[in-house]
């Protein structure tokens, strides 16, 4: 069985750098962009099990990046778990929490995530049977 092909997008490079670490660890296979538009076009042309996607980044934030994914009938339907450091009950309404298929805040643990990611792919495979 090959590995799940993941999709991570943050304007850190840093923060890109260490969650593909992790993930490559895990034995999945992520790919990365810090650049939204770039990540789109990634999206609409790869076969990702998952993206893990940034709200706040300085060329289009997350929440148009995931718009323009759901809005495509290549990506409507890929999971999406969001990444951020802002509080999601302040900084986002319900309609727009209810966009994402997870939340994840940082700071975060390497074991948080993987587990996330984890329970994104279960739900995932679910929801294809």
């Given at each position: 069985?090959?590995?799940?092909?993941?999709?991570?997008?943050?304007?850190?490079?840093?923060?890109?750098?260490?969650?593909?670490?992790w993930l490559v660890g895990a034995g999945y296979a992520p790919e990365t962009t810090p650049h939204p538009t770039k990540a789109i076009r990634m999206a609409h042309e790869g076969d990702y099990d998952l993206i893990i996607l940034d709200v706040m980044m300085e060329e289009m934030n997350g929440i148009e990046v995931l718009e323009r994914l759901r809005a495509d009938e290549r990506t409507a339907n890929v999971p999406v778990m969001m990444i951020t450091a802002l509080s999601f009950q302040r900084h986002f309404s319900a309609e727009t929490i209810e966009m994402f298929d997870d939340i994840l805040a940082k700071p975060f643990h390497k074991e948080e995530l993987l587990g996330r990611v984890e329970q994104a792919l279960m739900a995932r495979r679910t929801i294809a049977k």
């Open positions: 069985m090959s590995a799940k092909k993941i999709l991570v997008v943050d304007d850190n490079e840093s923060i890109l750098a260490i969650l593909k670490l």
